[in-house]
């Protein structure tokens, strides 16, 4: 990001950072890299590596603090608890360890010139707020997701009272922000009612941070195993609570024929292994590798996303701008009211079904499958909605405009819901 004259210090705030390559994380990486590519001085306060798995990586097993240099940028790693399941009690642990650690041991670093944090980490939003106080500078939180709505429609144990006391975080460091970014317009309100004025808000939608597909699909099919002509319904990222996984176990119970995958890892993966007692036509894949995963969304024949039934305007699952990229099929078992349903309608690169519902998900797929060039039509309309409006160019522009709008670079943007909000920069919003 080009500066004026000096040289910009800038410091994010994220629990999730690289080496992480699924949910927030990537985002959060390719921010901190761009800024450093443009000539900024970025140092990054994260946590130690551990999702999806909810497991630290190997490599930073017993590290307490850590400072790395990733690709320009200064990461600062503190110490937290990591639980494998999740339930309201840990869930308040883990934030409670991340916001001690972090408070009592900030990055060393002179005073920046803003100060970015990546919410639903209610310690970090907390954190965020509390350094750009410190140095008294323009706090930009960006939200991905409100961990109070999530804690009320997840089914966690004790889910309303975390949701209580993360709601009640996230206005701390919500309201104490200059500007607020989201990633879609169904957060508008929540984060409105959370006490942040409308004309402070902005739309700052996430990319496809993934590159295109390259190697022939029947090539990645004959290396991962699936036999041709049969069809591959195939899920991948965070096996948790709220994606409500369990509907694709029973679809794989009711169709033989049909091969689910389940590619990632998650509190929920042994949950799921035990339900599915063995399925034949069930397959439990280890995250693939960065260099391989596009060709493996490529390989199967129609992608999932799913969610709970009371899941409505939560976050947009990050996996989406990664499907849309693969070109082909998305499907969504997801309320039809919530942001979800509407960006892949908006696409055009899938469908919708009820969700938690096996047999309307297995008749959708069994429609894509008798009709394989409708799959193909569906699916080449996501490589085209990925050129048009989820460009990682197009999305960090929208970040960097938020930011020096934040400094006081340039006139105030449309606030977010008034026409024209997050189109700036030639990039239309999701």
Same mark, same amino acid.
């Given at each position: 990001?080009?500066?004026?004259?000096?040289?910009?210090?800038?410091?994010?705030?994220?629990? !999730?950072?690289?080496? +992480?390559?699924?949910?927030?994380?990537?985002?959060?990486?390719?921010?901190?890299?761009?800024?450093?590519?443009?000539?900024?001085?970025?140092?990054?306060?994260?946590?130690?590596?551990?999702?999806?798995?909810?497991?630290?990586?190997? =490599?930073?097993?017993?590290?307490?603090?850590?400072?790395?240099?990733?690709?320009?940028?200064?990461?600062?790693?503190?110490?937290?608890?990591?639980?494998?399941?999740?339930?309201?009690?840990?869930?308040?642990?883990?934030?409670?360890?991340?916001? =001690?650690?972090?408070?009592?041991?900030?990055?060393?670093?002179?005073?920046?010139?803003?100060?970015?944090?990546?919410?639903?980490?209610?310690?970090?939003?907390?954190?965020?707020?509390?350094?750009?106080?410190?140095?008294?500078?323009?706090?930009?939180?960006?939200?991905?997701?409100?961990?109070?709505?999530?804690?009320?429609?997840?089914?966690?144990?004790?889910?309303?009272?975390?949701?209580?006391?993360?709601?009640?975080?996230?206005?701390?460091?919500?309201?104490?922000?200059?500007?607020?970014?989201?990633?879609? +317009?169904?957060?508008?309100?929540?984060?409105? *009612?959370?006490?942040?004025?409308?004309?402070?808000?902005?739309? /700052?939608? !996430?990319?496809?941070?993934?590159?295109?597909?390259?190697?022939?699909?029947? +090539?990645?099919?004959?290396?991962?195993?699936?036999?041709?002509?049969?069809?591959?319904?195939?899920?991948?990222? !965070?096996?948790?609570?709220?994606?409500?996984?369990?509907?694709?176990?029973?679809?794989?119970?009711?169709?033989?024929?049909?091969?689910?995958?389940?590619?990632?890892?998650?509190?929920?993966?042994?949950?799921?292994?035990?339900?599915?007692?063995?399925?034949? !036509?069930?397959?439990?894949?280890?995250?693939?590798?960065?260099?391989?995963?596009?060709?493996?969304?490529?390989?199967?024949?129609?992608?999932?996303?799913?969610?709970? =039934?009371?899941?409505?305007?939560?976050?947009?699952?990050?996996?989406?701008?990664?499907?849309?990229?693969?070109?082909?099929?998305?499907?969504?078992?997801?309320?039809?009211?919530?942001?979800?349903?509407?960006?892949?309608?908006?696409?055009?690169?899938?469908?919708?079904?009820?969700?938690?519902?096996?047999?309307?998900?297995?008749?959708?797929?069994? *429609?894509?499958?008798?009709?394989?060039?409708?799959?193909?039509?569906?699916? *080449?309309?996501?490589?085209?909605? /990925?050129? +048009?409006?989820?460009?990682?160019?197009?999305?960090?522009?929208?970040?960097?405009?938020?930011?020096?709008?934040?400094?006081?670079?340039?006139?105030?943007? *449309?606030?977010?819901?008034?026409?024209?909000?997050?189109?700036?920069?030639?990039?239309?919003?999701?």
């Amino acid at each position: 990001m080009a500066g004026s004259g000096t040289r910009r210090r800038l410091l994010l705030v994220s629990t !999730n950072y690289a080496p +992480e390559h699924a949910g927030i994380g990537p985002y959060a990486t390719q921010i901190a890299e761009h800024w450093a590519a443009g000539g900024a001085e970025v140092h990054v306060l994260a946590g130690m590596p551990h999702y999806p798995a909810w497991r630290v990586d190997p =490599a930073y097993a017993g590290v307490w603090r850590a400072e790395e240099e990733r690709a320009g940028v200064r990461v600062h790693r503190r110490r937290h608890t990591v639980p494998p399941r999740q339930t309201a009690v840990r869930r308040a642990l883990f934030e409670a360890s991340v916001l =001690a650690h972090g408070v009592y041991a900030p990055p060393a670093m002179g005073r920046p010139d803003a100060v970015v944090a990546q919410l639903p980490s209610l310690a970090g939003g907390i954190l965020g707020a509390r350094l750009a106080r410190r140095y008294r500078v323009p706090y930009v939180p960006v939200v991905q997701d409100l961990m109070g709505a999530a804690a009320r429609q997840s089914g966690i144990r004790g889910g309303g009272r975390v949701a209580a006391a993360a709601g009640a975080a996230e206005s701390y460091a919500l309201r104490r922000a200059t500007l607020v970014g989201v990633i879609h +317009e169904t957060f508008v309100p929540k984060v409105a *009612a959370l006490g942040v004025p409308e004309e402070r808000i902005r739309l /700052v939608p !996430n990319w496809s941070h993934v590159r295109s597909p390259s190697r022939p699909r029947e +090539e990645m099919r004959a290396r991962l195993g699936w036999r041709p002509g049969r069809t591959v319904l195939l899920h991948s990222g !965070n096996m948790g609570l709220k994606q409500g996984l369990e509907v694709l176990v029973e679809a794989a119970r009711l169709d033989p024929d049909l091969l689910v995958v389940l590619m990632g890892d998650g509190n929920q993966r042994s949950v799921l292994r035990e339900l599915a007692g063995g399925l034949p !036509n069930l397959q439990f894949a280890p995250p693939a590798d960065d260099a391989d995963f596009p060709d493996v969304l490529a390989a199967a024949d129609v992608l999932a996303v799913t969610q709970r =039934a009371s899941v409505l305007d939560m976050s947009i699952p990050s996996k989406l701008t990664s499907y849309f990229a693969a070109g082909r099929p998305v499907l969504a078992s997801v309320a039809a009211a919530g942001g979800t349903a509407a960006e892949v309608e908006r696409s055009g690169a899938g469908l919708v079904v009820a969700p938690e519902d096996p047999r309307a998900l297995l008749d959708a797929v069994r *429609a894509l499958s008798d009709d394989p060039g409708r799959a193909d039509a569906l699916g *080449a309309r996501g490589p085209v909605y /990925v050129r +048009e409006h989820l460009s990682r160019e197009a999305g960090l522009a929208r970040i960097d405009a938020l930011l020096a709008e934040a400094l006081g670079e340039h006139p105030r943007r *449309a606030a977010a819901g008034e026409p024209g909000a997050g189109e700036d920069e030639g990039a239309e919003a999701k």
